[in-house]
């Protein structure tokens, strides 16, 4: 439990910084921490905009208002002390956050070399091959289903997705599996992702990982249009086999082998899941930030906030950690827009 | 798009039904469709509870109410219809639901003989084994999450579960596994949960679905503590398998074995996604029902609704389907209770 | 903070009641409280679904599964506990729950004799007057706005409200108004809205709380259609006032002259707000149970939950309260169904 | 129901269209349309983050992004429409935003000279004088909220208020209201906040709108600190009135007055509904940007989309209009930031 806000200290320390207080608010006319019951806060202060404000402006204002722009302040403060405290950053999305804009967030911070592992599910397989070489489409969430689908447009959201996009990534999954399987016969899912990281031209987070050896873990790899390619696949080679017992074992291993780990966890699912449960004997992540729009009180993993995971072990008790209660295609790029060493 | 509700009808028909209701409202004072625009729709009635009042009383009249009542009630009749029309039902769910008192509904359902598989996440197993001999706790939303997690309680929500539970299934998971490691090196999910089912005592749903012969189909079978086990397990043995890509294809072929197909679908995550994925080149369901609380204005898979599906082929444009947005934990006992095949 | 669930004990006691347990788990087979800490907990159980299974059995089943069916569980305890102990009930609720069959429960709570006052939107008298005469249709969600508004329906989720409705309210408000102006110039709310109720023939909430006496407060009442039909009398006769101050007055004495009081809230708004800010001279309700769907994460008051009421004092800090996360179109039945006083 | 997006044209301006994009491409090599069915539509673009990148660029990427960034991006473009067009802007907020750093972009619109009108909630008029004179706190809401209660701290959401704030109100809204009782004896709301906006000293956007003569309308006017301050006035000076009648006459002599209005409305709950309300006589708002975090699922007016608004009449059908679904602590500066008229 919190004792409001971060700012806990000893008496004597309390006095000292108190005193630094009075002097700076002489001097500076600065005060901007107040004093309750012996803690001191922080204000609550009016936004400002400025004509050509820069992001990490904006960003450090929100994080002096209040609810989640309060909360995205206290993130971006956790993963700037993640980042100078090396600790192995594990970044973690659901597919649709690939589908959106955000995977070119993603891309910068995995190209930054900064983050040390990504876990996802099988569907951001999927969007990043196909938008490697074919657009998605800005649609609506209004829109009637049913002529749609007799359009063959497939609604993600207020994201369109035309059918020959998944003709396509048929026919690109069917050719690179017929090439890796040359070489080998089965693979983990992380090593398979970074054969096909190879193989892909154009902007793709699997390349950006592939190329500076960075490991996609995605344990529910066969739930999606990939995986069913692979499924194919195996009936014609029956030989061919995806091993994913040996990725839980390679992705524990690699935690373990940090002094400090971070976790950075947008949405939830098994991608969520399965890099908490990464971490869980590591003793949990010393750093952690969750964005999440899902509510808590149904008791689902996903919807669990950083201050549960305590309880589990998957965070440290005494871990940096925030869970920002909203939707990451918006909070995301403003999370990490004032992080100069992910840009 | 639906045109208000479902009494769509020709209009010759429609002066047939609009005849009918005249009469009947001259000799039986029941008038309770009403006329709008060529369209008859039902009244909003106003719910009478009653001291001994039965559940499917109740439901019913939820069904004549508004919001999620009502969709409540038109997924009863969706249901219902399901089973008369004999659609092959396809029960997923994530593994709260397991952990809650909802266990017991879906073990209902499976021993009825109306459910042709199930599909569900890694977490679900650990909560049946585990709640087959060790009871969960019933905690607080609001307890200290660090203070818990010194005491060796983990918290899902209000549920506690503290640490030997999992004590309990390591060493359950273990003794299984070597006695089936015997019979064969390499399993499906859907293999693994049947040789596990009957190894179980006492309340089980693996159990219940290994006795008649019901797949559990779990994509993401080691994204938990179970599957931690297998991980674990394959350092030990390093030919020990579970074969992923093979399950894709068995459940695929189940689903285009049947005429008809159903899905009830509580919760999102990979259950939720791998259900309907599978039934997409059986040209999507019949039938659909989805409990759900996330909104589908994130753009992910969980929180989307049957309507969405529909753009997907993963629900038939002219399927009888429905959303009900809210939390299963509540919702699932009353969409049960009044289908007496399930009890 | 609680620890864990309600029961706690001091040390003397817990070690009677656990032996009480021990003794009846030999002798009855019944040990359904669990050791933990020294804090014994309640199990979660599986529901178990019956043929003809009773509301009220249901409820009691809920209460021992997790997540907001647990909930539902307290709360139904809390709202028998204030009944018992004779706490003066308010019952606040939004327009929505008037427009829906909630309206049937409400009007039974009244009848009951067990509310002593009504908090209310404005809206909530446009839905009761309405439909005391003219039903609202079920309609459906996904419906197309801008063509249901050219055939004249308006749509509030899936409840749909053809505009002959509101011409109804015009002339029925119209002939009201202008003989209870006959009578007096000036009315606060609670007073117009008694005078209100004793004009509606047919099933209403305001002509039954006028019929025993039971002060509906609507602090908002102009904002809604017969809130528009007060100003537009206004602009006939000058002299008509609504007194809106002396109501807040009104209500802070009620709450005053009671020992105990008691919030039941559902959903959130100026009612919700009215409710509890009127009980806060009287020091806070000694039980509170809320319904609500929307997010705690947002800081508004609307989804502020029990606990963050007693920072307020709003809620006093020992009273039993419970915040039910869902909609209340579905819980708030079941929630009343088992107090055999309401029905 | 939108044909995907907003572009839609007839056959020929289609072709002609058609035809530009291929030349724009050949000379240019933006070709950012995309063609499906007749109907173009824009890409999903990926978004990049640069160094030192203004807001106003992120919020253009994010418009091309997915999701509620998308719906952002349309909303900036609406409310650059708007301003352009000169509809009159009807700005709506609830007392949480005016709690938060929302304060000061609130401010800054309204200094701007573009907002026409302002409708809020009674604790608005809290939150503003209080944050005029003395800061509110940066908490957690994780806080333990019976702890808070005997310190003497209120807590809203992560926003902690300490009791002197409210002992502050009360003497200032005592002090101004002995000195506006000499004056007259019966205001309206927006009479009443104009006086004391000239009183207010600081910051403060009830100043800042008394300054350049733009209506706050408080429909519920009562609910709060300072409502119960006028509560108890009136216990003092029974002559003293408010009187809400005249002002819901005069919003809606206000609205009528404009050839086009346009409404940015933030959350729900009375100051949304008698925004929209006011603007019904009117025809509806031409141009309608609403910012909501709760569910339409509901069927609460506070949840509720610019889409069901058309069904009313609230919102023209034509209406350039969108709902962007997210807390508005975070959305709204990004939504303002970019709108140089507002700076």
Known sequence: MQEYGHCKAGRGIRILIFSSFIISYYFFHCFEFYWVGLVFMKEIKDIKLGKNMAVKELAKQLGDSGFQAQNLGKAIDIIKEMIRNDAAIFLSFTSNMTASGLRGVIISMIKSGKIKAIVTSSGSIDEDIIRAKLPYLQGSFEADDAKLGKEGINRMGNIFVPNDRYQYLEEFSLNALEEIYKEKKSFTPSELLEKIGKKIEGQSFIKAAAEINVPIYCPGITDGAFGMQLAFFKKKHNDFEIDVLSDFNNIINQAMQYEKTAGIILGGGI????????????????????????????????????????????????????TIHGDASIIFPLLVAPIEEFL
Chains 1, 2, 3, 4 share one sequence.
Do not use: Q
């Open 271 to 322: 991608a969520k899941h399965h890099t908490i449960i990464s971490n869980l004997m590591n003793n949990g992540f010393d750093y952690a930030v969750y964005v999440n729009s899902s509510s808590p009180y149904r008791g689902s993993l996903s919807s669990a906030t950083t201050e549960e995971a305590k309880s589990w072990g998957k965070v440290k008790e005494d871990a940096k950690s925030i």
